[in-house]
């Protein structure tokens, strides 16, 4: 019958008229919920011919003549008007309702069809900030002052279309967004990475994008940092608290193309100095490391003029192991929490700058430039008072 009404036009309308006659009393007492039957009707249809047999305005253009009594299956319909939809709205006009459309909203959408989900993919998506914490708490935060999108109890609600959310499937909303070619994301915090993290991840892959983040952060310990489905030369910070990282796991995590091409390198560990790799930081180019230990003022300082070839005399000396590492070092500006005790490590007369006591500056031999280092104490965000030094290449 599906190859008959394929070639047949005739056919195809006998077969809508038949369905038509089911329901013809019906509609006769209440027509105004003609186009309830209607949708039924092309529901049947579908399930006996299949899904493409048969689009839905296609029924209900000749629904609506049987309703007049017009049961002329011979009707020549090249003569009719052109029907207009939405999507020939034109397209400033189109992606101006957009600009007024909640997030989930535009997602909805985007799964109407095939041309909304072009439209829809080719408008600007400007996101404050995607928040995961585990399976119990996504939170999207458009810009422009639009409200957040939140899910609870994501595993759950995963394939449960009853449950209380504002989309039906948290991964298909959010894969959908992490998705969209002009995504741009001005935050991206990870607390957990669980297995829902990394099922979105995965597929991520899949489509061979990476997302356009501006600031990642990690603020809960770990050391399994991916950073590899992010643009590098987009993202411009990194926040990370790392517990006691390998050597081997801080490397991988420098060596990534996203820190070398950051802005910064934020690193803050509950390890001890002499327990943490630094020598893994002598390739990154600019980085702030808080250690939340003692202050280790030695270490650090040794650490420092490795990392900056800080050897202006020959009564400096350090083990063969830390002159090796001298050859390596590629780092441009550091910011190393410590207390103004450091200063005493680096008290050569020909370094020290007369009237400010906490600055230092060591010449680049056959460069008019200078390494500068210079002790500061700040008052964080929590009124709490912060002491570092400042290690930067200057001209």
């Not at 899904?51 to 002329?72: A, I």
């Not at 006009?93 to 829809?120: A, P, S, T």
Request: glycine letters at 4%; a negative charge.
């Amino acid at each position: 019958m599906a190859e008959v009404t394929d070639k047949d036009p005739l056919a195809l309308r006998g077969r809508i008229l038949k369905e038509f006659e089911k329901v013809q009393a019906e509609i006769a007492t209440k027509p105004e919920l003609w186009r309830k039957w209607s949708f039924e009707a092309h529901e049947r249809l579908r399930e006996a011919m299949g899904v493409d047999f048969l689009d839905y305005p296609e029924l209900e253009f000749w629904f609506s003549r049987f309703l007049q009594g017009n049961f002329e299956l011979d009707y020549d319909r090249s003569s009719d008007p052109k029907a207009r939809s939405i999507i020939d709205l034109p397209l400033d006009v189109f992606n101006k309702i957009g600009e007024y459309l909640q997030l989930k909203d535009r997602m909805h959408l985007r799964d109407v069809c095939k041309d909304f989900r072009y439209q829809v993919d080719n408008w600007d998506l400007k996101l404050d900030e995607i928040f995961y914490n585990g399976a119990n708490e996504w939170r999207v935060t458009p810009t422009l002052g639009q409200r957040s999108f939140w899910v609870c109890n994501y595993g759950q609600n995963e394939e449960n279309i009853f449950s209380y959310c504002p989309y039906r499937n948290p991964t298909s909303f959010v894969m959908g967004a992490l998705k969209l070619p002009k995504l741009q994301v001005d935050k991206l915090t990870i607390l957990d990475q669980d297995i829902y993290w990394n099922e979105l991840i995965e597929e991520l892959n899949k489509s061979n994008q990476k997302l356009h983040v501006k600031k990642v952060e990690f603020p809960f310990y770990s050391s399994k940092i991916d950073l590899h489905f992010m643009i590098p030369t987009v993202l411009e910070e990194i926040t990370m608290v790392l517990w006691n990282p390998t050597r081997e796991e801080m490397s991988k995590i420098i060596e990534s193309e996203q820190c070398q091409s950051a802005k910064m390198v934020y690193i803050e560990s509950g390890a001890c100095t002499s327990r943490f790799p630094l020598d893994a930081l002598y390739n990154c180019p600019i980085f702030t490391l808080r250690l939340r230990e003692k202050p280790a003022d030695g270490l650090k300082s040794k650490f420092l003029k490795v990392c900056f070839f800080l050897n202006p005399t020959k009564s400096v000396q350090f083990s063969s192991y830390f002159q090796a590492l001298m050859k390596y070092g590629d780092v441009k500006k550091c910011v190393l929490y410590a207390e103004r005790e450091i200063l005493s490590y680096f008290n050569e007369p020909e370094v020290k700058v007369p009237n400010f006591p906490s600055l230092r500056r060591y010449p680049i031999s056959g460069t008019n430039d200078f390494y500068e280092l210079e002790h500061v104490v700040e008052v964080n965000r929590y009124r709490h008072q912060e002491e570092f030094v400042s290690l930067e290449r200057k001209h």
